[in-house]
């Protein structure tokens, strides 16, 4: 397995590999790291997708933390990720340095207006900016006709949507179902931040989403009662604090009245320092 570090050899190895004798497309997984079963989970479904063509990324992206979020602290843990990720099926790793993403001078961002707004974006002002921006780069330097993404990250996903389908980028976005611990806690890299405690408080965003799965499947389809349901349940644990709850059109992040199937119920709450989210489409 190569590891690659700049964009033109990424540009190199993709071109190459669509000139040999199929001249199949590159799948294409953007991580931050910190790997773990759910980018696993990724890769594996890169792979069958399109085998022996998949570059998996490794970058702490700086432009999408907040001036007070985990930038530096970050979990960064290169060697063991490189192993996962050739196990599980990666081609090659891409693992560029902050000015190799950013040139000095740079100032184009990828902004999508109005999604970036609404659930994560609302509390992380910037946060999809910076995302969509990477991604973007990520999509065009790989000349990836798959990309990867985990439904835990249901609002990135539905900005990236719209962003590729803005710029004709010509990727189609892939989305993978959540991977989940043995007691149902999303898997997540912030998950090591968790004392032993907090990593029981953390359970209730699992057992909120449960519990409007269970109502719909009842009949329940009123938004304001799924939602006053979950708020219920986050009583049961104090300490943590709920940023958002919401049921909403998975397109568009928009509030719905009325629960219909595969709209998205999301939560987000602080467990002590670490933001941690959890969602579920519902039928």
């Known amino acids: 397995m190569q590891i690659l570090t700049t964009v033109n050899e990424l540009r190199a190895w993709s071109r190459a590999q669509r000139c040999g004798v199929n001249g199949e497309g590159i799948a ?28 998996v990324s490794i970058f702490v992206n700086p432009t999408q933390f907040g001036p007070e979020e985990d930038y530096a602290r970050y979990p960064r843990t290169f060697k063991a990720d490189c192993a996962l990720a050739e196990r599980e099926g990666a081609t090659i790793i891409f693992a560029p340095s902050v000015e190799e ?43 990836a006709d798959l990309a990867f993404f985990g439904q835990k990250d249901a609002a990135q996903v539905a900005v990236l949507r719209r962003m590729v389908s803005d710029l004709r980028l010509g990727t189609t976005i892939v989305v993978c179902p959540i991977v989940r611990e043995a007691d149902g806690l999303a898997l997540s890299s912030r998950n090591a931040y968790l004392t032993p405690v907090e990593r029981k408080q953390a359970l209730v965003l699992n057992r909120a989403i449960r519990r409007v799965e269970a109502l719909v499947a009842d009949g329940e389809r009123s938004s304001s009662s799924l939602i006053d349901a979950a708020r219920g349940v986050f009583t049961e644990a104090p300490d943590v604090r709920v940023d958002y709850i919401e049921l909403v059109d998975w397109q568009t992040l928009w509030p719905v009245l009325t629960a219909a199937p595969g709209t998205l119920f999301a939560v987000a709450a602080w467990v002590g320092t670490t933001r941690l989210i959890d969602n579920t489409r519902l039928r």
């Open 28 to 55: 294409l997984v953007p991580t931050l790291g910190a790997l773990h079963a759910g980018h696993a989970s990724l890769i594996r479904a890169a792979a069958e997708a399109r085998p022996g063509r998949v570059a």
């Open 101 to 143: 993403m950013y040139p000095v001078g740079s100032s184009t961002f990828v902004e999508v207006e109005g999604l970036s707004e609404r659930l994560d974006g609302q509390s992380r002002p910037g946060h999809f900016r910076g995302v969509a921006t990477v991604v973007a780069k990520l999509m065009i330097a790989a000349e």
